[in-house]
């Protein structure tokens, strides 16, 4: 006799279980060229320009808005080089709406000041100015890399990258020695290293043969003037990011995991890069979003606020004589982002029914916001009905995500600006552990589900 229990009770799976040889193997393949990409994809530039290499790779071209378009035309933009736009139209008008997945590709780190060098006491720093919400102490004592552009006043662009090459120096914050930090040990973590102290190391050797001030410093501007063509004042015009200089890595003896800096969020970003160049003239619109700035409030003209979308939409509308409120208001839209794993050493943050875990798929959330769903998209029955029903019909294994406790705390996400434009929005991604920090943890069988999850969202009818 069946169980009751088998067909009226929710039961979530672990991807495991229900994985095939074939797919555990397409499963590891698809790893392999996210772990490529999140090599390489250090920042929010990076992430855009390894995408477009990738795009074009796979039959993707800028957009055009003065030529034609049809069914099948794979197309892109980069706006500013921080926020990336990418379609394949549909066979289906841009008035039956678009299936959009949207996700960010800028991560918490540490930036620049605008004027970033000095000497003190002999060594050479650059101060900088944390970006998102890092939990400071964990950025002190490990390898950086310095990433990004310097503008020159001839209108020209230098590109910095240090570190990333292991033949290169890392760059590094010191922290107090146990011996001396027994009042900095009685703070609260976060106060124990102020955001003042985030100071980067760069040098200790002076200029020889010099009997001017500020030796030390002089000789790593001459370093850098060498290798960039850049003076001083050039940081003013400058956006250099440091970041972790750890390499992406298997983590776990089952190597079931990967350990990297900026899973948050360029894990659901290559999901959705993945799934679009794999998506051939599908019947709607498919547009994937990579977007700049959701870590500080998605402003900006790269954020997901921008108005950008609204161009990059409307030129795709235009092409067909739709209006884009015509078009928005048949859209659907996935907010690809990441949610907090259950984290069994720290249970007492996580309502376990509603957390996701790792391993149980694709995280499904209605909501996010902090205390009393505030400033959440809160997606309706019918768009959480509509997402179960697309990933059931292409076996996307998924879970359900509420990220944390009530009153705990909290997150955000881009679905409710794209809810503002009065498209149907809801948030689903990968379960992260140690989110925001330095090195961040997923699960490989969430990473390709989601990868399975946003397919199955741009195929949809
Ligand atoms: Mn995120
Ligand atoms: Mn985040």
Redesign the pocket.
């Known amino acids: 006799m069946s169980d009751p229990r088998d067909e009226l009770f929710y039961k979530q799976k672990h991807v495991h279980d229900l994985l095939d040889d074939g797919e555990l193997k397409l499963s590891e393949d698809y790893c392999r060229k996210y772990m490529d990409y999140l090599q390489k994809a250090k920042t929010e530039r990076l992430a855009v320009s390894e995408a477009v290499e990738l795009a074009k790779k796979y039959g993707f071209h800028e957009f055009d808005r003065s030529a034609p378009i049809k069914a099948g035309d794979k197309l892109y933009r980069s706006v500013r080089g921080k926020l990336l736009l990418l379609a394949v139209v549909g066979r289906e008008s841009m008035a039956e709406g678009a299936n959009i997945c949207a996700a960010h590709i800028d991560?918490?780190r540490l930036d620049l000041k605008q004027i970033p060098l000095y000497e003190q006491n002999e060594l050479a720093y650059f101060k900088t100015h944390y970006y998102?919400?890092i939990r400071k102490y964990q950025w002190v004592t490990i390898p950086l890399e310095l990433h990004g552009v310097v503008a020159l006043k001839t209108g020209e662009n230098v590109t910095v990258n240090i570190g990333a090459d292991p033949a290169d120096p890392i760059l590094y914050i010191s922290d107090l020695l146990p011996h001396l930090a027994a009042k900095q040990s009685e703070q609260p973590l976060a106060k124990a290293i102020p955001g003042e102290k985030l100071n980067i190391i760069l040098g200790s050797l002076p200029v020889k043969d010099d009997k001017g001030a500020d030796r030390v410093k002089l000789n790593v501007m001459k370093i850098l003037n060498e290798k960039y063509g850049i003076t001083e004042e050039d940081f003013l015009s400058a956006e250099i990011e440091a970041v972790p200089a750890f390499p992406v890595r298997e983590a776990g003896l089952d190597r079931s995991l990967i350990a990297g800096y900026g899973h948050?969020?360029r894990v659901c970003a290559f999901a959705e890069l993945q799934a679009i160049y794999e998506t051939e003239a599908p019947e709607k619109t498919a547009v994937c979003i990579l977007a700049d700035k959701?870590?500080i409030g998605s402003v900006g003209v790269s954020g997901m606020i921008s108005e950008a979308f609204e161009c990059f939409m409307g030129d795709l509308c235009d092409k067909q004589s739709v209006k884009l409120e015509h078009c928005f208001e048949r859209s659907f839209c996935v907010s690809a982002d990441?949610t907090n794993a259950f984290d069994p050493t720290w249970p007492e943050v996580s309502e376990l029914r509603n957390n996701s875990k790792l391993n149980y798929g694709v995280g499904i959330a209605k909501f996010t916001g902090r205390g009393g769903k505030s400033g959440s998209n809160d997606a309706s029955a019918e768009v959480m009905g509509k997402i179960r029903r697309i990933f059931a019909q292409s076996d996307v294994v998924w879970q359900y995500a509420e990220l944390g406790r009530v009153d705990e705390g909290g997150?955000g996400t881009v679905a409710c600006y794209m809810g503002n434009r009065n498209i149907d929005t809801v948030d689903a991604g990968v379960p992260v552990l140690s989110?925001?920090s330095p090195y961040e943890i997923v699960a490989k069988h969430d990473c390709y589900m989601t990868y399975k999850a946003m397919k199955a969202v741009y195929a949809s009818k």
Do not use: K
Request: hydrophobic letters at 15%; proline letters at 8%; charged letters at 35%.
């Open positions: 991560s918490p998102g919400g948050d969020d959701e870590e990441v997150g989110m925001h």
